[in-house]
T-cell receptor, first 113, second 118 residues
């Protein structure tokens, strides 16, 4: 069974601070996705990283895929209150499992004004 | 709105009753997924359809659960003889056929159907 561990589970920071969320696994994934979920809503895809070592930027968000494709990080620069939400990483299986996403438990981020 | 829609959004039922959720995927998407999410957890995979064929079922999907996609369009998820442990948000998602690289295939989630079993 492929597992993804996210840390920290909860994060409360002041507006303007930087933060990093980590997603780790002992399994190799063909790609890894980051989602953001608001309370009572479904997850919304932020980014997909495919190549080991890949770095993608989405405005103030920087996503990195580990060289071995087992881990990833999300870095937010100068957090804003609108960044508040649940951030989920999800690994895409390999081969016959490529249709299935394995989600971490999420990091609940609160940005305080 | 051309997103994934789910109905009902909220359902409260007594233990032992049957419930059915409906999902209407994005119209041109041939892949449809059901996930379940409990409080404090990420979504967990339940089942997957490609067109009308159910190609995979998780071990989480006990024999009380049945999912269908009869014409390859909308899907239903039925839970029979509900138990309190079934209380969760049931998420439906859809995508187009996945080619390589997977990064070209986005999965779109619906807003979920909340089930509370009392």
């Amino acid at each position: 069974t492929q597992l993804l561990e996210q840390s920290p589970q909860f994060l409360s920071i002041q507006e303007g601070e930087n933060l990093t969320v980590y997603c780790n696994s002992s399994s190799v994934f063909s790609s890894l996705q980051w989602y953001r979920q608001e309370p009572g809503e479904g997850p919304v895809l932020l980014v997909t990283v495919v190549t080991g070592g890949e770095v993608k930027k989405l405005k103030r968000l920087t996503f990195q895929f580990g060289d071995a494709r087992k881990d990833s990080s999300l870095h937010i620069t100068a957090a804003q209150t609108g960044d508040t939400g649940l951030y989920l990483c999800a690994g895409v299986g390999t081969g016959a499992g490529s249709y299935q996403l394995t989600f971490g438990k999420g990091t609940k981020l609160s940005v305080i004004p | 709105d051309t997103g994934v829609s789910q109905d009902p959004r909220h359902k409260i039922t007594k233990r032992g009753q049957n419930v059915t959720f409906r999902c209407d995927p994005i119209s041109e998407h041939n892949r449809l997924y059901w996930y379940r999410q409990t409080l404090g957890q990420g979504p967990e995979f339940l089942t997957y359809f490609q067109n009308e064929a159910q190609l995979e079922k998780s071990r989480l999907l006990s024999d009380r659960f049945s999912a269908e996609r009869p014409k390859g369009s909308f899907s239903t998820l039925e839970i029979q003889r509900t138990e309190q442990g079934d209380s969760a948000m049931y998420l439906c998602a859809s995508s187009s056929h996945a080619g390589f690289p997977f990064s070209g295939n986005t999965i779109y989630f619906g807003e979920g159907s909340w089930l509370t079993v009392v």
